[in-house]
Structure formats: C-alpha cells, structure tokens
C-alpha cells in the first residue's frame, strides 16, 4: 500500500493553511486565547483545578484532594496543569491547560491525517469544523480529563492507522500510537487501550487483516506501552494497597456495570446528542451519507481510492464503536462521546470541502464560540471567586479554614491555602455510602489516609468547638437563610457573595463544656 498523489502532494511547499507550524500554531492560539476568561465552574472545574494545586504543593504523583489521596482519576491532567501552574501561578488558565493540550493533540492528529490520506483541503475543511464545533471549543477548556483523554486516544487510533497503511509496516508511527495508548491510560485508566483496540480491532478483522493485529502487538511496541502507563499505577499500589481494588473494580468495572451513579440516561441518549452537540457542522451528516451510498454501486464508496475508503471506513467505525461503547452504561455525561469528534469530522471533511457555506458558517460558528465562552464568564454561575480572593487576602497560615457542608473547591483554589481546609458534614449519614456526590468521593479518600481523614473530616455537630483551638477560623459556606457558620461563637460575616459566605470567628478560651 502506498499513500495517494494527493497525500504525496500535501507535503509540498503550499498555501500557509496547507502548513503544519502555521496550522497548528493558530489551532494552539485559538484554544488557548480565551481559556482563563471564565471563572471555574462546579463541581467538576473547582474540584479537579484544587486537586492539581494541592498535588503541586505535595510530591507531584499523588493526586490530594483537602490533603487526601483522591484516586477518581489518573494523573496526567494534572501533571499538564501543575506545569503551567509552576511556570505561571495557579489560574483558571493554567488549570485548563490539559484539556487544551487533549483539544491541540486532536485537532493535530485529525489535519496531520486527512492532509496526508485526502489532501489539504479536505484537511482544512476538516479542521475547521472540529475547531470551530462549539463541543469542541468548550470542551478545549473545561477543567477535567474528558478531552486530554480524547485526544491522547484520537492520536493513538490515527497513528497505528499510519502504522499499517504506509506500505510496510511502519515502527515509528507503532511505536507513536503505543505511547498515545500509555498517556490515555494515565489520562483516565483501562479506556485508553480499550477504546482504541475496539476501534482498530475489529475494523482489521473486518478486512481479514488478522496478521496486522499481530504486527500491532509488537514487543517494542507493548514495551513503551508498559514503560510509560505502568509506573505510577504500581507505585500507587504499593503506598496504598487498596488502589487497584478502588480505581480499577469501583471506578471503572462498577461504574460502568451498575446503576447507582450519577447521569443515568435512556441507551439512545448519545445517538440523539450527538447530532445536536456538533451543530453547525452536523447540518451536512445528510449530504456525506448520501454521498456515501451514491458511490457503494459504483465502488467508489466514501473515497476516490480502496485507501481513502478503507480510512473513512475506519472513521465511521470509530464513531459507531465509541457511541455504543458508552451507550451501554446507565450513567452517561457529554464528555464522554468528545474521542467521536475527530472521525466525525473527518466523514464531513470531504463533502463540507465541496461547500460554498463552509467558511460563512465557520464564521458564525466562531462567533458563537466566542459568545458562550463571553456568556459564561459575565454570568459565573455557581462561581465563588470573590469569596475565595477575598480568603486569600486576610488569612494566616496558622488559621483554618473549614468548608461548611458543600465542597466550595473554587473557592479554595482562589485562596491558594497552605494547608488543606477543613470539611464539616454529617460523616456518620448511613445514606453516604450509596450516594454518588462530593461527600462520598472524600469518604472514599479518606479510607487511603485515615490519619489525615480524622483531622480534616470535621462532624459538622462540632462546628462551635473549632474557636477553643486558639487558631482563628475562617468558615465558607453556600448561602443560607439560616447559616451553620452563625452557630459558631463570635462569628462575623466577611462577604456575602453571589453564591456563598465568607465568615469569621477568633479563638477564645472555652470551658470544659464548650
């Protein structure tokens, strides 16, 4: 098998949209430009940009959470975050840095490919449509580990696709598409080589190409995968013996099999989003079907060549595969169809290539990114910002901090604390084991460090008693006709913000009593 003459042609001197660094850098510039506009939202932005700064203040391989192993996800997003977080201070911006990078490998990955199997203008149509996707946009910088994790696993598809269809097989690009494989592992655990292998899998097998999934098991191959994904994964099991139980049988074989979690939608809840998440661009879904069955009778099929249709044979599998894939469990979220957003540009790609409305409606569509983004940062909804800088400017690293019965996480990466804050609830709620929600994620946390559990996870009951401590106490809570932080002696209100309080109390000699 050889690449096309119009691949051939691709890497010609050319137009600057037909260039890798110009492309690219633009695609980087487009992500990256409004990505701190916005304050983070709850829970997920709050929660995951909290994690990577305390991880950053500790060892660095830990995920912490109020001080506490947080094993909900693997690393590598808050690897990317701590940084930039390094480099350039905690922020909204650097907190987003992961799933810009997952959004940049993405888009990379799909111009790279189509440029070399269809040409550069179906590469620009393309890119111009996942760029300019909304979905996508957001996506690009939402703080959590959806889009890293499409990316990585769209980059590993489309490079052991390279590494089989350029004549022999091609070890650079195996060996590219194993390390893919190993960064999705630590961008979200088992999905980042099960969702690739059941995309390429069965589209070789398909073809009867059962030796090409044995070339794909090369040694070297396996050894980068293991040399990369494993490392953490076993030290983590060796300084908490729990972890492989926790993260790989809870977090990913419960969840997906049972019912008990959070999101749970009907089975066709992906087949009907989909479509309406990748507006504008899905408009031309009818006209790239049509063209599709107008050519299987000739043979021309989705493409000019067996190569070109054996790609876009490969994309439209990919799409089927990770929509039924996740349409299996009960509990469903959007980010979880972002690895369909590159195959399914690329079906668009050829027919949006041929259409006079394509740059018009890129234009608007770009707009329309830019407004949500504009939106969101004017409205802040659930943001607690204010409250949090205004923490930040009057605390002492000797007082404490105490997070009144919500995970105000914002909040407290706002206020850069040096030490965890405190978190008052009802620890002892019988219900909390079968509760899909913050209070049970830092249960869970505590069983890996129970010593630090027994000082940050404070019995709500004991909320007057924290001013006998002879530390000042700074008390954050949503807000409340009737606030649990007023109950606190001597408390007075700080700020009152959109959203949540900011009080104070000072310590003061208690008796036996309290």
Same mark, same amino acid.
């Given at each position: 098998?050889?690449?096309?003459?119009?691949?051939?042609?691709?890497?010609?001197?050319?137009?600057?949209?037909?260039?890798?660094?110009?492309?690219?850098?633009?695609?980087?510039?487009?992500?990256?430009?409004?990505?701190?506009?916005?304050?983070?939202?709850?829970?997920?932005?709050?929660?995951?940009?909290?994690?990577?700064?305390?991880?950053?203040?500790?060892?660095?391989?830990?995920?912490?959470?109020?001080?506490?192993?947080?094993?909900?996800?693997?690393?590598?997003?808050?690897?990317?975050?701590?940084?930039?977080?390094?480099?350039?201070?905690?922020?909204?911006?650097?907190?987003?840095?992961?799933?810009?990078?997952?959004?940049?490998?993405?888009?990379?990955?799909?111009?790279?490919?189509?440029? *070399?199997?269809?040409?550069?203008?179906?590469?620009?149509?393309?890119?111009?449509?996942?760029?300019?996707?909304?979905?996508?946009?957001?996506?690009?910088?939402?703080?959590? *580990?959806?889009?890293?994790?499409?990316?990585?696993?769209?980059?590993?598809?489309? $490079?052991?696709?390279?590494?089989?269809?350029?004549?022999?097989?091609?070890?650079?690009?195996?060996?590219?598409?194993?390390?893919? $494989?190993?960064?999705?592992?630590?961008?979200?655990?088992?999905?980042?080589?099960?969702?690739?292998?059941?995309?390429?899998?069965?589209?070789?097998?398909?073809?009867?190409?059962?030796?090409?999934?044995?070339?794909?098991? *090369?040694?070297?191959?396996?050894? @980068?995968?293991? #040399?990369?994904?494993?490392?953490?994964?076993?030290?983590?099991?060796?300084?908490?013996?729990?972890?492989?139980?926790?993260?790989?049988?809870?977090? *990913?074989?419960?969840?997906?099999?049972?019912?008990?979690?959070?999101?749970?939608?009907?089975?066709?809840?992906?087949?009907? @989003?989909?479509?309406?998440?990748?507006?504008?661009?899905?408009?031309?879904?009818?006209? #790239?079907?049509?063209?599709?069955?107008?050519?299987?009778?000739?043979?021309?099929?989705?493409?000019?060549?067996?190569?070109?249709?054996?790609?876009?044979?490969?994309?439209?599998?990919?799409?089927?595969?990770?929509?039924?894939?996740?349409?299996?469990?009960?509990?469903?979220?959007?980010?979880?169809?972002?690895?369909?957003?590159?195959?399914? $540009?690329?079906?668009?790609?050829?027919?949006?290539?041929?259409?006079?409305?394509?740059?018009? @409606?890129?234009?608007?569509?770009?707009?329309?990114?830019?407004?949500?983004?504009?939106?969101?940062?004017?409205?802040?909804?659930?943001?607690?910002?204010?409250?949090?800088?205004?923490?930040?400017?009057?605390? #002492?690293?000797?007082?404490?901090?105490?997070?009144?019965?919500?995970?105000?996480?914002?909040?407290?990466?706002?206020?850069?604390?040096?030490?965890?804050?405190?978190?008052?609830?009802?620890? #002892?709620?019988?219900?909390?084991?079968?509760?899909?929600?913050?209070?049970?994620?830092?249960?869970?946390?505590?069983?890996?460090?129970?010593?630090?559990?027994?000082?940050?996870?404070?019995?709500?009951?004991?909320?007057?008693?924290?001013? $006998?401590?002879?530390?000042?106490?700074?008390?954050?809570?949503?807000?409340?006709?009737?606030?649990?932080?007023?109950?606190?002696?001597?408390?007075?209100?700080?700020?009152?913000?959109?959203?949540?309080?900011?009080?104070?109390?000072?310590?003061?000699?208690?008796?036996?009593?309290?």
């Amino acid at each position: 098998m050889t690449a096309t003459p119009t691949a051939g042609a691709a890497t010609a001197p050319g137009p600057w949209w037909a260039r890798a660094p110009q492309v690219l850098g633009l695609l980087a510039l487009w992500l990256l430009a409004t990505a701190g506009l916005r304050p983070l939202l709850l829970p997920d932005e709050g929660r995951y940009a909290e994690v990577a700064r305390e991880m950053l203040a500790g060892d660095g391989l830990v995920p912490l959470l109020n001080g506490l192993p947080f094993f909900h996800k693997p690393p590598l997003t808050y690897w990317v975050d701590i940084a930039g977080m390094a480099l350039f201070g905690p922020s909204a911006f650097t907190a987003r840095l992961g799933p810009a990078l997952g959004a940049w490998l993405m888009g990379a990955a799909l111009w790279l490919s189509l440029r *070399h199997r269809l040409g550069p203008a179906t590469a620009g149509a393309g890119l111009l449509a996942l760029a300019t996707c909304p979905f996508f946009f957001i996506g690009g910088q939402y703080a959590n *580990h959806d889009m890293l994790v499409a990316g990585t696993l769209s980059l590993a598809v489309l $490079c052991l696709y390279r590494a089989l269809e350029d004549g022999p097989p091609q070890r650079r690009w195996l060996l590219a598409g194993w390390a893919a $494989c190993a960064l999705a592992v630590l961008a979200k655990g088992l999905i980042g080589i099960v969702l690739p292998a059941l995309v390429i899998g069965p589209w070789l097998l398909a073809q009867g190409r059962w030796r090409d999934v044995l070339r794909l098991l *090369h040694p070297a191959g396996l050894a @980068v995968f293991a #040399a990369i994904a494993l490392p953490w994964y076993v030290l983590m099991q060796q300084r908490y013996p729990g972890f492989f139980d926790y993260f790989i049988v809870e977090q *990913h074989f419960r969840r997906f099999a049972q019912v008990g979690f959070n999101n749970q939608q009907r089975w066709w809840f992906f087949v009907l @989003v989909l479509p309406a998440l990748t507006l504008p661009w899905s408009a031309w879904l009818p006209a #790239a079907v049509k063209r599709a069955v107008a050519g299987i009778g000739t043979g021309t099929g989705l493409g000019s060549t067996p190569a070109d249709r054996r790609f876009l044979g490969l994309m439209a599998w990919w799409v089927v595969a990770i929509v039924g894939f996740f349409s299996l469990p009960a509990s469903k979220l959007v980010g979880y169809i972002l690895p369909v957003l590159a195959p399914w $540009c690329a079906l668009l790609a050829p027919v949006l290539a041929a259409s006079r409305w394509r740059k018009p @409606v890129a234009a608007a569509a770009a707009l329309l990114c830019l407004g949500l983004v504009a939106g969101l940062a004017a409205y802040a909804p659930q943001s607690n910002r204010e409250v949090g800088r205004a923490l930040r400017a009057q605390v #002492a690293p000797q007082d404490l901090v105490v997070l009144v019965d919500e995970a105000l996480n914002d909040a407290v990466f706002e206020a850069r604390l040096p030490q965890p804050a405190l978190v008052a609830s009802d620890w #002892a709620d019988p219900e909390l084991p079968r509760r899909d929600n913050w209070r049970k994620e830092l249960a869970d946390a505590a069983r890996f460090d129970p010593a630090t559990a027994a000082r940050v996870l404070l019995p709500i009951a004991q909320l007057p008693q924290l001013v $006998c401590r002879g530390q000042r106490v700074w008390l954050l809570e949503p807000n409340h006709d009737a606030p649990r932080a007023a109950q606190v002696p001597g408390a007075q209100l700080v700020l009152k913000g959109r959203h949540s309080t900011l009080w104070r109390a000072e310590p003061r000699a208690c008796t036996a009593a309290g």
